[in-house]
Every structure is written in structure tokens, then in C-alpha cells.
């Protein structure tokens, strides 16, 4: 009786163990991507609707300026992240910066491989919005990191620039569920180190040393899959959130910025 009543009760814990699972998976999106719908409507951009492809707003800051193509993060609004485009401008960069479907107003449902599909458009696209452009640095910010190293891991780029970034998405997940997320089928995974052992760019990697929504351990581990070239930088007293309030991140990226 004993055992038959231990059985019963590892399977109905088996069971609601299961059904939390597919719960998960099917809620799992709605973490990832939750969007700000705060339009962006920035004086000194000029919107571009990509056929077939995002919404990207264009600063021209003419011929021969270096060009970064900024990709943001889960915020999902560009509104969320003038202060670094703004940054770029004010350095003499040209900027083209790619919204989210989904998100800041815009129409369509994000995913993964729609949002790494979009990233490479943009990037595409990037260098016939601007005039002429100097050096093309690709710039992610925490999710938009996945999406920068989809792209330099498949187009030529002159640099690149990772600020809060991951190794794999889904570990992080399994670690907030007690799911096995990484194995899971359904589970958008987001394997940034995959991708980063195909870099070939100088790198420029930036992590918040007080982070606590993606650990800095995890910056330091995607950096050690970049070539030997790349950098890793700790913003010693840095969250996930506030990398902007640092001075030495700024200074970080503009001396990289122009070294190339």
C-alpha cells in the first residue's frame, strides 16, 4: 500500500512538473519580448520601412562617418534608447537603428528567427541610407546582442559591440524556471556562443559588474568564444539598466570606436 501510494504521488508530480512545462513553453515569448509600445519619434531619424523587412530610423552624419547599425534590447521601443543613439550622433557617427516588430508601436509578432531575419535586412540595407560610410560597427544592447552576433557571424563587419550580453538565452531561462530550456523543444534558445565562434571582427564586449538580470559571468563567457582580438570590459558598480550613467562605458566605446 505504501509503495503503490509513493507511486501515486511521484506521478501526479510528474504530471503537474509536465503540465508547468508546456505552460512554460507556450508563456516563454512573453518574457523575451516584453515590448514597450512607446513609439519613436526622435527628431533627427529618418524612418525607412524595409520592404519585406523592419522598420529601421536612419541619422546621417555624412560621408565617410563611421555608421553603427544599434540593435536594442527587450524594451523593444527605440524611444527606450536615445540616450546611446543621441551619444553616437553627438561623436559624428551615423546611426541606422532597427525596431522591433511587435514593439514601439510598430505591427507583427516577434520571434526568433524573425527578429535574426530582420537583423540581417537592416544591416543590409544599412550602408544605402547614409552617405558613404566609414567603419560599420554593429552594436547590440542585452537581447539585441543575439541579433548583432547573428549578423557578424554572417556579413563583413569593422567592429562590433556587445553590451550585457549572454551565452545561451535559454540557460538563463532554465535557471529562472527549473526547466531544462536549452532541451525543450519549442523554446526559442537564442545561442549567442554559437554564433560568436564564427567572429571575425575586433569585438568590444560591456558588462554591467553589478548586473543582476543577466550575470556578468555570462558576458565573460560569451567573450571567450570571440577571437583573440575582442575585449572584455567590467563597468564595475553597473546594473543591467543604467551602463548609460558610466562614463568610462562611453569612453570605452568611442576609443574602440575610433581605433578602427
Avoid at 500500500?1 to 511521484?10: D, E, Y
Avoid at 503537474?16 to 512573453?30: D, K, S, T, V
Avoid at 553627438?90 to 511587435?102: D, I, K, L, T, W
Avoid at 544592447?141 to 552576433?149: I, K, M, N
Wanted: glycine share 10%; aromatic share 8%.
Amino acid at each position: 500500500m505504501a509503495m503503490a501510494a509513493l507511486k501515486g504521488i511521484v506521478l501526479a508530480a510528474l504530471g503537474l512538473y509536465m503540465a508547468y512545462a508546456a505552460l512554460m513553453i507556450w508563456l516563454h515569448p512573453r518574457f523575451i519580448y516584453p515590448f514597450s509600445q512607446q513609439p519613436f519619434a526622435h527628431a533627427g531619424y529618418t524612418r525607412h520601412d524595409l520592404s519585406d523587412g523592419p522598420v529601421v530610423y536612419a541619422h546621417d552624419a555624412g560621408t565617410g562617418a563611421p555608421l553603427v547599425v544599434y540593435i536594442m534590447g527587450n524594451a523593444g521601443s527605440l524611444e527606450l534608447f536615445v540616450a546611446m543613439l543621441d551619444h553616437h550622433r553627438a561623436a559624428g557617427r551615423s546611426v541606422v537603428a532597427m525596431g522591433f516588430r511587435g514593439g514601439g508601436g510598430l505591427p507583427g509578432a516577434p520571434s526568433e528567427p524573425v527578429l535574426k531575419a530582420d537583423a540581417l535586412a537592416a544591416f543590409d540595407a544599412a550602408p544605402g541610407l547614409v552617405a558613404d560610410p566609414g567603419a560599420v560597427i554593429v552594436q547590440g544592447y542585452s537581447l539585441g546582442t543575439g541579433l548583432a552576433l547573428h549578423v557578424a557571424a554572417r556579413r563583413a563587419v569593422d567592429g562590433l559591440i556587445l553590451s550585457a550580453p549572454y551565452a545561451k538565452l535559454c540557460r538563463l531561462m532554465a535557471q529562472a524556471s527549473y526547466l531544462p530550456a536549452c532541451l525543450l523543444p519549442g523554446v526559442q534558445k537564442w545561442n549567442s556562443q554559437e554564433d560568436a565562434q564564427n567572429i571575425r571582427a575586433p569585438s568590444l564586449v560591456l558588462h554591467g559588474g553589478a548586473d543582476r538580470l543577466i550575470p556578468t559571468a555570462e558576458g565573460e563567457l560569451l567573450a571567450s568564444f570571440l577571437p583573440s582580438q575582442s575585449r572584455f570590459v567590467r563597468i564595475d558598480g553597473a546594473g543591467h539598466t543604467d551602463l548609460m550613467r558610466f562614463p568610462s562605458y562611453l569612453v570605452e566605446i568611442d576609443e574602440f570606436a575610433e581605433g578602427l
